[in-house]
């Protein structure tokens, strides 16, 4: 007999949190067709822009979930966000350019030649309510307006008590596992001990949300950010930052603010409009969309997840916007897990699978936190290359800056210093490796004892692919029947595949008697022969770092799960056991 008021649910899977991670997260199980209920204490998706960098890795994983397609027809292509510029202001004075997001001519066919996807721009009041809708036309149950009050786990599952925020309907809710998406204000992540670890409130910024026709300044040299080097006593980011998020009709002007002295409620429409004024150059006609605060955190959770309950996103790595990191970490983050619960939850992989979510995401986080507050204090060189000091009167500040036009060594050395400043935000804005060339380690994965490689590159600017165990495996241009695809599209939702080239056919027979045994199944490609899937490019040969006959075997989520150099009878007879690790059955 039910309660007045209140409503019980029971369901696989609870996610807490609609953004970027939740509902990503929502569409990866409905794709693979596990039940899950979606709750949201907000009332609707983002209702500011908030982060929009989309890196090809997730873009990828977007292609993997069916809605790549999609997300390009909302999206802002990469092409649109070539140009980083430092100005005086927009209309004025342009100090400097570089070109960023790998659509730079040195670094075009790096980006290229590691991904199927390019990059794209597209801020969370759009991503989001195509990611809801996507969730939804694939059946995912989602309800907005409904507040995470409390859980608690036992042997066989967790009871979750969820509060209707405009009613007075309790709705409790049992579940295999429940999911924390629910940001960096997270509710979930301290009901079971997990904390995160590191600086808060460094500093406070505000994003001014508008729509203005700029075109006439930023046509001719398309990009996503625009940072400010007027002269003069001002904070950081001086006059702002502003970050096109609709070419070339809609933007954030962000600023650095005190909250001692600001209330960002008490800021009048007309004074939003002055900062913009004062950022173009020019009076504009700018419509005000929304004021936004946000803090600036350096954190990261020791662990994301407590028995039955995982976290991810903001709700477990917190840090500045540089390098654009964020979004795209917590969409990995739950393509990781899905295909994992969706494996365990019917039995088909052990629950130790699970446990390898944590020991694969969280350095990954960890790595994107500390790149992105190094970001942020690089950023600084800018300024000091063009003179600029602290508390600095305006006269003193432009009469340094124009050394950097004057002949002679001082204007060579400003000149210079100024380059090399430029050149280092690159670990901002070109941080290839950064964002593609992450590797997992876990229980999960088998390792093949290989040594670490000697960079050729620096593996922070520059993606260098490789099919070592835990890597993402490597793009490959092929063709299957004639059609052309990627190596990462050889991988089933939830099924393993075993790449292999020219005589190593004989993978075949212990990959089907696994798959029988398991219901996972594993793929065998021969890449490379006269049918079938073709190398015309060569690039998979070039890539695959084992012997024609060895073999390379990929996990759902396109990470290399374990590869051989060679076929023997002994190396197929290691198979099973290696799927077994990687499914999380062995010793069950």
């Given at each position: 007999?039910?309660?007045?008021?209140?409503?019980?649910?029971?369901?696989?899977?609870?996610?807490?949190?609609?953004?970027?991670?939740?509902?990503?997260?929502?569409?990866?199980?409905?794709?693979?067709?596990?039940?899950?209920?979606?709750?949201?204490?907000?009332?609707?998706?983002?209702?500011?822009?908030?982060a929009h960098i989309i890196n090809q890795r997730t873009v990828e994983i977007f292609r993997h979930l069916g809605i790549s397609d999609r997300f390009h027809a909302v999206a802002t292509p990469q092409h649109l966000m070539a140009s980083n510029l430092w100005v005086a202001t927009l209309a004025g004075l342009e100090v400097a350019r570089s070109e960023t997001w790998g659509t730079g001519a040195e670094r075009a066919a790096d980006y290229r030649m590691a991904s199927p996807e390019p990059m794209a721009n597209c801020p969370q009041t759009?991503?989001?309510?195509?990611?809801?809708?996507?969730?939804?036309?694939?059946?995912?149950?989602?309800?907005?307006?409904?507040?995470?009050?409390?859980?608690?786990?036992?042997?066989?599952?967790?009871?979750?008590?969820?509060?209707?925020?405009?009613?007075?309907?309790?709705?409790?809710?049992?579940?295999?596992?429940?999911?924390?998406?629910?940001?960096?204000?997270?509710?979930?992540?301290?009901?079971?001990?997990?904390?995160?670890?590191?600086?808060?409130?460094?500093?406070?910024?505000?994003?001014?949300?508008?729509?203005?026709?700029?075109?006439?300044?930023?046509?001719?040299?398309?990009?996503?950010?625009?940072?400010?080097?007027?002269?003069?006593?001002?904070?950081?980011?001086?006059?702002?930052?502003?970050?096109?998020?609709?070419?070339?009709?809609?933007?954030?002007?962000?600023?650095?603010?005190?909250?001692?002295?600001?209330?960002?409620?008490?800021?009048?429409?007309?004074?939003?409009?002055?900062?913009?004024?004062?950022?173009?150059?020019?009076?504009?006609?700018?419509?005000?969309?929304?004021?936004?605060?946000?803090?600036?955190?350096?954190?990261?959770?020791?662990?994301?997840?407590?028995?039955?309950?995982?976290?991810?996103?903001?709700?477990?790595?917190?840090?500045?916007?540089?390098?654009?990191?964020?979004?795209?970490?917590?969409?990995?983050?739950?393509?990781?897990?899905?295909?994992?619960?969706?494996?365990?939850?019917?039995?088909?992989?052990?629950?130790?699978?699970?446990?390898?979510?944590?020991?694969?995401?969280?350095?990954?986080?960890?790595?994107?936190?500390?790149?992105?507050?190094?970001?942020?204090?690089?950023?600084?060189?800018?300024?000091?290359?063009?003179?600029?000091?602290?508390?600095?009167?305006?006269?003193?500040?432009?009469?340094?800056?124009?050394?950097?036009?004057?002949?002679?060594?001082?204007?060579?050395?400003?000149?210079?210093?100024?380059?090399?400043?430029?050149?280092?935000?690159?670990?901002?804005?070109?941080?290839?490796?950064?964002?593609?060339?992450?590797?997992?380690?876990?229980?999960?994965?088998?390792?093949?004892?290989?040594?670490?490689?000697?960079?050729?590159?620096?593996?922070?600017?520059?993606?260098?692919?490789?099919?070592?165990?835990?890597?993402?495996?490597?793009?490959?241009?092929?063709?299957?029947?004639?059609?052309?695809?990627?190596?990462?599209?050889?991988?089933?939702?939830?099924?393993?595949?075993?790449?292999?080239?020219?005589?190593?056919?004989?993978?075949?027979?212990?990959?089907?008697?696994?798959?029988?045994?398991?219901?996972?199944?594993?793929?065998?490609?021969?890449?490379?022969?006269?049918?079938?899937?073709?190398?015309?490019?060569?690039?998979?040969?070039?890539?695959?770092?084992?012997?024609?006959?060895?073999?390379?075997?990929?996990?759902?989520?396109?990470?290399?799960?374990?590869?051989?150099?060679?076929?023997?009878?002994?190396?197929?007879?290691?198979?099973?056991?290696?799927?077994?690790?990687?499914?999380?059955?062995?010793?069950?």
């Amino acid at each position: 007999m039910s309660i007045p008021g209140s409503e019980a649910v029971e369901v696989p899977v609870l996610i807490v949190g609609a953004g970027p991670a939740g509902l990503a997260l929502s569409v990866a199980l409905s794709r693979y067709g596990v039940g899950h209920l979606v709750v949201e204490r907000h009332r609707g998706t983002a209702h500011t822009p908030r982060a929009h960098i989309i890196n090809q890795r997730t873009v990828e994983i977007f292609r993997h979930l069916g809605i790549s397609d999609r997300f390009h027809a909302v999206a802002t292509p990469q092409h649109l966000m070539a140009s980083n510029l430092w100005v005086a202001t927009l209309a004025g004075l342009e100090v400097a350019r570089s070109e960023t997001w790998g659509t730079g001519a040195e670094r075009a066919a790096d980006y290229r030649m590691a991904s199927p996807e390019p990059m794209a721009n597209c801020p969370q009041t759009v991503l989001e309510p195509m990611l809801l809708a996507a969730a939804r036309d694939m059946g995912a149950d989602v309800r907005f307006g409904w507040e995470f009050t409390s859980l608690e786990q036992d042997q066989d599952g967790v009871t979750s008590v969820i509060q209707e925020r405009d009613g007075e309907t309790t709705l409790t809710v049992r579940s295999q596992y429940v999911v924390g998406a629910d940001g960096a204000r997270s509710r979930v992540l301290g009901q079971d001990g997990l904390t995160v670890e590191g600086p808060d409130d460094l500093a406070r910024a505000a994003n001014i949300w508008f729509r203005a026709d700029l075109s006439r300044y930023l046509a001719h040299r398309p990009g996503v950010l625009t940072w400010n080097v007027m002269p003069g006593p001002l904070p950081p980011l001086r006059l702002g930052t502003m970050i096109c998020h609709k070419p070339f009709t809609e933007f954030v002007l962000a600023f650095m603010y005190d909250p001692e002295q600001v209330s960002l409620d008490a800021i009048a429409a007309s004074e939003l409009r002055e900062r913009i004024r004062a950022f173009v150059g020019e009076d504009v006609d700018a419509e005000i969309l929304g004021v936004a605060g946000w803090q600036v955190r350096a954190q990261i959770a020791a662990t994301y997840a407590a028995g039955r309950v995982f976290c991810m996103g903001d709700a477990v790595h917190r840090h500045p916007p540089t390098n654009g990191l964020g979004l795209n970490m917590s969409i990995a983050d739950a393509y990781n897990l899905g295909w994992k619960l969706a494996l365990v939850l019917p039995g088909r992989a052990g629950t130790a699978l699970l446990d390898s979510y944590s020991p694969e995401r969280q350095p990954v986080g960890a790595q994107g936190v500390q790149r992105a507050i190094t970001s942020l204090q690089e950023g600084a060189a800018v300024e000091a290359a063009l003179g600029f000091e602290p508390g600095q009167p305006a006269e003193a500040g432009w009469k340094a800056l124009n050394i950097l036009y004057e002949p002679g060594p001082a204007g060579d050395e400003r000149r210079n210093a100024l380059n090399q400043a430029i050149e280092l935000s690159n670990y901002q804005f070109n941080a290839h490796g950064v964002e593609l060339g992450y590797r997992y380690r876990s229980g999960a994965i088998v390792d093949d004892g290989s040594a670490d490689p000697t960079p050729v590159r620096d593996p922070q600017l520059y993606y260098q692919p490789t099919t070592r165990p835990g890597a993402r495996v490597p793009h490959a241009r092929l063709e299957h029947d004639g059609v052309p695809v990627s190596s990462l599209d050889l991988v089933d939702d939830l099924g393993f595949a075993l790449l292999t080239g020219v005589g190593g056919e004989a993978w075949a027979q212990p990959a089907a008697e696994i798959s029988a045994g398991t219901g996972v199944p594993v793929r065998v490609h021969v890449i490379g022969g006269r049918e079938g899937v073709t190398d015309p490019y060569g690039e998979w040969a070039a890539r695959r770092e084992v012997e024609s006959t060895g073999c390379v075997l990929v996990r759902p989520d396109r990470h290399v799960a374990w590869r051989s150099m060679r076929y023997t009878p002994d190396s197929a007879r290691q198979l099973p056991a290696v799927i077994e690790q990687a499914l999380g059955l062995a010793g069950r």
